[in-house]
Each structure stands twice: as C-alpha cells, then as structure tokens.
C-alpha cells in the first residue's frame, strides 16, 4: 500500500494523534491529547491502537509501583527492634534473654522474635546460646541506634505524609519495610508510551489531509454547501468505549443475597438477632461450660454498658440449662458437674456466633419440623489478619425433624455449596461442646483446604431444655471466607477496604 493509500483509510483522530506524533516523536498519552487538540484520552488511545494495529506507532506499557502506609500509626509506633534494644539497654544494662525480653512485657508475642531478627540483620546485636536461653549484647552499633532515627524510619516518617513512588525510594530501604508484614499498600499504576514506527513517521511526515470531522449532516450543512469541506464520521462498531460504571450493590451484599436464595428456595426461612446478647443465650443454652477458654477476654467482647443482662423472664429455662450443666438434668447426661452460676450467664457480651439466634428460634418455635437460617454478623476478639476479622459474617441454619441424621447434615451442607458454585468440599471430623457428631467443612483454596465452619447434630443437653424433641442439625459458616473463594481474593481484609477499583470490577454473580 502506499503511503497515500496509508493516509486515505486513516480517520480524522487518527490522523490527529500522527500529526501531533510528528513533532513529539514518542510521548504519553496525555501529552498526545495536548498537542493534538483532541478532547479526550480515550480518543488518543483508540486512534492508538488503530495506528498500532497498522503498525504507524508502538505503545509501551511500563508498570510503576507506589507505596503508602496500610495503617496510619506505623509511622508514629516504635519498630519492635527499637523497642528490645530500649529493654535491652536500658533494663538491662546492654545485656539480657529472649525470655526478660518477653517479660518486660513492652513487646506482644511473635514481636519478641521480629525484634531479634532485625537486632541480628542490622548488627545492633550478638546472640549467644546460654542453657535453653538466648542471650542478646547489644554491640555498639546498637547503643548508637538507640539515639538514632534509621534510614527506614526516615522513610516511614516519609512514606506517613502521603504515597511514595517506588523510584523516589533508596531500594534496600524500601525493601526492609516491604519485608515486615501488613505495613505497606502497593500500588500498580501503568505508564504507556507511544512511539512513532519508521513507517509511521515517514506518513506522520506527509500532508495528512486533515478535514473537520462532523458526526451528524445538519439541515445548516447542507444549505450552506459546507458539506463540501467536511468529513462524515464512519460508523465504526468496533471502537473502543470507555466502560461505564454505574452505581451497584456492595459484592458482598449480593454475596448475601445470593446465600438467601440458595437457602430460601431449599425450604428455609430467614431469622436474625441482635449484636449484644447475654452469655447465657450465646454460650450456656448451647452447653458450653462456664470455664470453657472460648469465654474468656482474649476471645470473646463482653460489653460495659449494659453490663448485664437481665433473664427473669426466661427462668425455668434457666433452671434447666443450671441442671443440665450441673448434672445433665433429665438428659441422661452427667453435666459439666461444676457449679453453675447465674451472673456468669448474664454477663452481657457481642455475640461470638450466629447460633445465638438458632437457639433462640427452638426455645420459641419448639413445635417440628422446621427449618431456618440466618446471615449476620458475629464478634470475636482475635488479631486481624488474612484470613481473620475481628467482625464477619456466619451462615447459620437448622434443620429439625423426625429422622434427620448425620449424614443428611452433610448432604445440606454439600448442596448449599453446590448451589453456591463450589463442587469441591470436604468433611472432617470435628468438635463443638453442643454437637455430637460434630464436623467441619473445607474447601479447597489457592491449593490449601480452608476451613469454612463448623457443623453437627445439637445433643440433647441443648434441645432438651429448649423443649424439642426430634433431632436438630445446625450450622455455622464464613461467609468472607466464602467471598474469598467467590471472588478470587487472598487477603480477607481486602473485602471491606472499599477499594473503588475492585467495588467497581467485582462480578456481579
Ligand atoms: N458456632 C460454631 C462456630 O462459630 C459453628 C457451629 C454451628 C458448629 C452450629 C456446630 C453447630 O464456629
């Protein structure tokens, strides 16, 4: 083809972008639109990508990463390793164990062992074995450091006032804060280039023949014999168009709903609670002892305000669940054999499960059979991090009626995936103090079984005095693991960090 054969099938952006591209040789979309005149950059990169596909330009991509803090304290928190060497010193006298280091009390679990890892990697100190101890000696390097803010807290301090190009950046810098976990946001951001080719400059040079594009012939056009001059826009259906994004539903709002779907068209009716509950409900109506860990601080929120929770009004179900712990009342059971106390049960607390609002709707609606489920939130007082969240979201349900067993449990649960999209789960066995048989579900993620929840068939110490008598299987799942999974995510947290980007992008299920 020749050249001007090249120039008679370009069209008016086309052409645009070539002229423009004739005086800047190679340059960024942005200053392509600039120079060109052109209103807008997704007119210059479909001209592009016409031009590129005719092989007039080349259009590189480069990736470039930025960094910003994930939290806003981690600039103003003192780096574990600087917080060791202060105990170190100055508790210490520049000398001491792994163990007086955990003591002291300034440092939190695994925090001890990233502190001494970094004490190591920056020469702030030697370790030595000494029986089944470590000891650290602060070298002086470290007593110098002590005083001293670090090049990568100078980054931090930095990277506190707004989002850093990776660039801008020394790299072994960047790279210690990028080796400590959970500190740092990356972000991707694609820098294209378009470049003349040879063939592309030789036309670029030549008189393009530029005429006024019109879209529409206009009554005004055509009266006036301005048609003449101008050129009518070819409908092309191929072009390229931005994609519109208009306003959606939340991902996991639809999650929700397609959960609800599932389980209303298998039968099921919907129920739901309340975030504060007493102990009593949450805990002793489901047979877990009032010494049972999963009630202590470190695992449950129990509220101030109020602080208790009045259950005059349920009183011989309190007696009963009392009997039923103390010596297994009319169960057959043996109980827990401890003595039972009532303000334990009233302590009122963030409810740590859904199967609070489960057992509440038996003592209610103890006549069979049922069958119910509820999607709501649920509390625990555990440390975030990539598959846990202090706050998320169960999947609760019940089935109750004469014959219902063990293995139409399983069944339940394998359809409601099934129905969800997930062919591939798995039973093992597992433990609850209110089910026997009790089980967990898994399903296979990223090339790792992921557990889901747990399940079973509620023992007669909890239906007995909820006042059902045929057998009731229960269960409780994650429903931002299963977002995780639906999704395609790796990072729990990332479900509620209100990325735009991906809040636009997620599928629509
Ligand atoms: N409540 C359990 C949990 O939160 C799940 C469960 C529900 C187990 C019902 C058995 C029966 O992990």
Redesign the pocket.
């Known amino acids: 083809m020749s050249e001007s054969d090249v120039i008679d099938q370009l069209n008016f952006f086309e052409k645009k972008v070539l002229k423009a591209l004739n005086e800047l040789k190679s340059a960024s979309p942005e200053q392509v639109r600039e120079k060109s005149g052109l209103g807008q950059l997704v007119e210059v990169m479909n001209a592009s990508s016409w031009l590129q596909a005719k092989g007039l330009v080349r259009i590189d991509e480069r990736i470039s990463k930025s960094y910003s803090l994930r939290r806003e304290d981690a600039a103003t928190k003192p780096l574990p390793e600087k917080v060791a060497l202060d105990v170190i010193i100055n508790g210490h006298k520049g000398r001491c164990s792994l163990a007086d280091l955990k003591n002291s009390g300034k440092l939190k679990g695994e925090e001890v062992q990233i502190a001494i890892g970094w004490i190591k990697k920056k020469g702030w100190g030697e370790l030595s074995k000494s029986g089944q101890d470590t000891i650290v000696a602060v070298t002086d390097k470290g007593r110098k450091a002590l005083h001293e803010k670090g090049e990568d807290e100078h980054l931090l301090e930095r990277l506190a006032k707004g989002e850093l190009a990776e660039t801008d950046a020394k790299k072994d810098v960047l790279d210690m804060l990028r080796q400590r976990k959970d500190l740092l946001n990356e972000r991707h951001t694609t820098n294209r280039t378009i470049t003349l080719t040879e063939a592309g400059a030789a036309v670029a040079a030549r008189d393009l023949r530029i005429k006024e594009e019109v879209a529409q012939l206009t009554p005004e056009l055509i009266q006036s014999g301005r048609w003449r001059d101008v050129e009518v826009r070819r409908y092309d259906v191929k072009a390229f168009a931005p994609t519109v994004y208009g306003g959606r539903r939340h991902p996991m709002s639809i999650l929700i709903d397609k959960v609800r779907n599932v389980f209303l068209t298998m039968g099921f009716t919907e129920v739901s609670g309340d975030y504060v509950e007493s102990a009593f409900w949450n805990m002793d109506v489901l047979f877990t002892a009032q010494d049972h860990p999963a009630r202590e601080m470190h695992d449950t929120f129990y509220v101030e305000n109020p602080a208790k929770i009045d259950l005059s009004q349920y009183m011989a179900l309190v007696e009963a669940v009392k009997q039923v712990h103390e010596n297994g009342g009319r169960t057959g059971s043996l109980g827990w054999r401890y003595k039972w106390r009532l303000d334990e049960a009233e302590r009122a607390l963030l409810r740590?499960?859904t199967?609070v609002n489960t057992a509440r709707y038996i003592y209610e609606h103890p006549q069979t059979p049922f069958k119910v489920f509820a999607v709501d939130r649920?509390f625990r007082n555990e440390a975030m991090d990539s598959t846990h969240l202090p706050e998320f979201t169960?999947i609760?349900g019940i089935v109750c009626e004469k014959g219902a067993n063990f293995d139409m449990l399983c069944g339940v649960l394998k359809e409601f995936y099934r129905r969800m999209g997930i062919p591939e789960t798995r039973i093992r066995p597992?433990y609850?103090p209110?089910?026997e048989p009790?089980l967990e579900v898994e399903i296979l993620w990223d090339g790792k079984w992921m557990e889901l929840?747990?399940?079973?068939v509620?023992r007669p110490e909890v239906t007995e005095p909820l006042g059902v008598k045929e057998p009731v299987l229960?269960?409780?799942l994650g429903l931002e693991r299963l977002a995780m999974l639906i999704y395609g995510l790796d990072d729990v947290r990332d479900i509620y960090e209100s990325d735009v980007d991906w809040l636009k992008k997620a599928p629509q299920l």
């Open positions: 740590t499960h199967t649920v169960q609760e597992g609850f209110y089910t009790s929840g747990g399940a079973g509620f229960a269960w409780g």
